[in-house]
């Protein structure tokens, strides 16, 4: 790796890691503390290594510098070392002096206890997003702004607004416990799920796919997984949905960076391996007796995964957005059925089914329409993809619209 590369990996890698154990130690209340001690580890190692060499081992080098800084904070802050005391586990205090305990054990526990403060349900759905991208993945307020479609401004203020919340409510940080679990991780879970959804279907940065944000709510739901109190059928399922569509993200996107219809893509790009994790989760998920959403979008995206196009695969996956939408309605979920129900029964009866919907206003409604109405009736397929186009915000979404379009103004030529 370049060096020019390797501190912004590093911080993308390690920054969080150490956020986390700080605020473990230190409390929700002093996360700003946190944020300036890492913050300043970094940038003593831009100076240092830019004058004197990248050290044999970058991480350690960066954990032995938080420890120091974290130290002299405290022995130079005296009333918050006072009050850090009185709050502090005994085993991380060794001969009167606060130990930053940089283990890998405790940096799963930290990350663990994090996740479950940022994703509290006294902040809003967006902060909790926002706030798990900013704490649990290190990503910038820029960064932030654009998965939002907003301003660093806006961003900013959102995420200091979420901060505000938690240390007004007073929550102490810790290991959720087993009576906390099921009402806690169903939150947990939702934020975890939105971030990969963010990042799958990504409404910014006019980019159809971001892989940086669906590969960092794997890795926040992995740490679910490593946990026994966390390792749940729910959060397995969600994995195993994770899994499953990031098996397909290298056959999703051309070489201009556009999307790649599921009926077009190359099915020799699909990553086996991931799809063999998968199903690994989605059986491990199966041990349970409750059925919940991830479980039936996880059997779907499953399905999705079988590279054959009969009847029982269609079947399979309408009877699970049957029942996905009697757990939790969505439009995308309905219109998403109404699209598998034309590969069994035909467009003229999905449009049937489709009209009862009137979802005015909604682009995908009127793609939908637009690719039922083909080979039927152009002109009313044409007059519907033109009104998804004028809805449509995402330049991803604009160039697939416009291509069917001219499909079938050529089909109409020929």
Known sequence: MADKELIPNLFRTEYQKMISVLVYLFGIEHVEVAEDIVSDTFLSAAEVWAAKGVPDNPA????????NKTR??????????????????????SGGEIELDLSVKNIADSQLAMIFIVCNPIISTDSQVALALNLLCGFGFQEIADAFLTNKEVAYKRINRAKEKLKEANIRIGQPTLEQIPERLENVLKTLYLLFSEGYYSTSQHVALRKDLCDEAMRLVYLLIGDDTTNTPEVNALLALMCFHSSRFDARLNDEGGSILYADQDQKLWNQELITAGIHFLNEASKGDRLSKYHCEAGIAYWHTRKDDTPEKWQQILRLYDQLLNLEYSPVAALNRIFVLSKIRGKQAALVEAEKLNLNGNVFYYALLGNLYTGIHDIEARNNYAIALKLATSRTDVSILQQHIDDLKTNKAG
């Open 60 to 67: 350690g080098w960066l954990y032995t510098v938080a420890k």
């Open 72 to 93: 002299n904070y405290i022995k130079r802050n005296q009333v918050f070392e006072q009050k850090l005391v009185t709050h502090i586990k005994t085993g991380e205090v």
